[in-house]
């Protein structure tokens, strides 16, 4: 079975300082992607960053990075100099390579304190 | 570039009354589409999916259904809709073979 944890449902961090956010995944597939959407109060899903399974280098998009553990099944985000803008809910999802399916973590939500 | 739109954006219906939210892509062809439903302060749960005109697949048993008339349309129906079906509806779209969703604004629901 295939399941995505985000365990930590609200996170605060300081306007211009890095903050992690934690994903964890399992599954018994090889091959399989790792993603995280951007949800502001607005309620679209923005799509920030992608890690496949066997990508040695972890992902990087502008101040997004994934910090990809594959042996502890873990994809955590990391958003660097954080920015008013950027509060708002994280989700982590994962998607085997076989099946049309993306599993959605709970989320987390990030507010970015002036 | 390709856009996704969600009509509409906000809906207030009674217990039992019918549904149909409409969710089209533009700047692509042969797309892969999908309904979510999100419900309050929660992930998103996978409804439907197409992998082209005609063909839904259903991931969860309700008293929803879907259809993809054409190529670049999803849509999402109900006979009779229950409060359970309230949420937040996302439809989304990637293509044939690709690795990203592309998630449209979403349509509130409220069944009171």
């Known amino acids: 079975a295939q399941k995505i944890t985000q365990t930590q449902p609200g996170m605060f961090v300081q306007e211009k300082e890095a903050v992690t956010l934690d994903c964890t995944y399992d599954?018994?597939?090889?091959?399989?992607?790792l993603f995280w959407y951007k949800q502001p109060s607005s309620g679209e899903m923005i799509f920030l960053i992608y890690q496949g399974s066997y990508d040695e280098q972890n992902a990087t998009e502008g101040r997004y990075s994934l910090n990809f553990q594959k042996a502890r099944k873990s994809a955590n985000l990391v958003i660097s100099a954080s920015q008013l803008g950027d509060s708002a809910m994280y989700f982590c999802?994962?998607?085997?390579?076989?099946?049309?399916?993306?599993?959605f973590g709970t989320g987390t939500s990030l507010t970015v304190i002036p | 570039s390709q856009t996704i739109h969600q009509w509409p954006a906000t809906l207030v219906q009674p217990v039992g009354s019918p549904l149909s939210l409409e969710c089209t892509v533009e700047?692509?062809?042969?797309?892969?589409l999908y309904w979510y439903r999100q419900a309050a302060g929660r992930g998103l749960q996978l409804l439907f999916y197409?992998?082209?005109?005609?063909?839904i697949s259903s991931e969860v048993p309700q008293n929803l259904s879907a259809s993809r008339p054409q190529d670049r349309q999803f849509i999402l129906s109900s006979k009779k809709l229950l409060l359970s079906d309230s949420g937040f509806y996302l439809c989304?779209?990637?293509?044939?073979?690709?690795?990203?969703?592309?998630f449209g604004p979403g349509t509130r629901l409220t069944v009171l």
């Open positions: 700047g692509t062809s042969n797309p892969n």
């Open positions: 197409s992998v082209g005109i005609g063909q």
């Open positions: 999802a994962m998607r085997p390579a076989t099946g049309n399916q993306f599993y």
């Open positions: 989304a779209w990637e293509t044939s073979g690709g690795s990203e969703q592309f």
């Open positions: 599954t018994s597939d090889q091959s399989y992607g």
